[in-house]
């Protein structure tokens, strides 16, 4: 079974950037990833998933500020995130597309306050 590890989350002020990674135990590139997170009280959303030919689509909220991208060598899968706002303060965590076909991983909280 893939363990998945998230890290790169922290408290950012609101225009501010980070960059979250999620590695990996063995190589998952057979599978489309997706970065998803979920704030307190809400369902968990997919905002950015990349298919295995390295297409990318994103959540409307988050188009134009957030970048996926995978690293192939270290089976690791990242979120570059710009102009964060508020509302993007949330766990994110990685897996496959649904259903999901890894066990969750701990996630890395992501907080946007000023």
């Known amino acids: 079974q893939v363990q998945l590890v998230e890290s790169g989350g922290g408290l950012v002020q609101p225009g501010g950037s980070l960059k979250l990674s999620c590695a990996a135990s063995?190589?998952?590139?057979?599978?489309?990833m997706a970065w998803y997170r979920q704030a307190p009280g809400k369902q968990r959303e997919q905002v950015a998933r990349?298919?295995?030919?390295?297409?990318?689509n994103y959540a409307d909220s988050v188009k134009g500020r957030f970048t996926i991208s995978r690293d192939r060598a270290k089976n690791t899968v990242y979120l570059q995130m710009n102009s964060l706002k508020p509302e993007d303060t949330a766990v994110y965590y990685c897996?496959?597309?649904?259903?999901?076909?890894?066990?969750w991983g701990q996630g890395t909280q992501v907080t946007v306050s000023s």
């Open positions: 897996n496959t597309l649904l259903p999901v076909r890894y066990t």
């Open positions: 990349i298919a295995t030919d390295g297409s990318t």
């Open positions: 063995r190589s998952n590139f057979a599978y489309s």
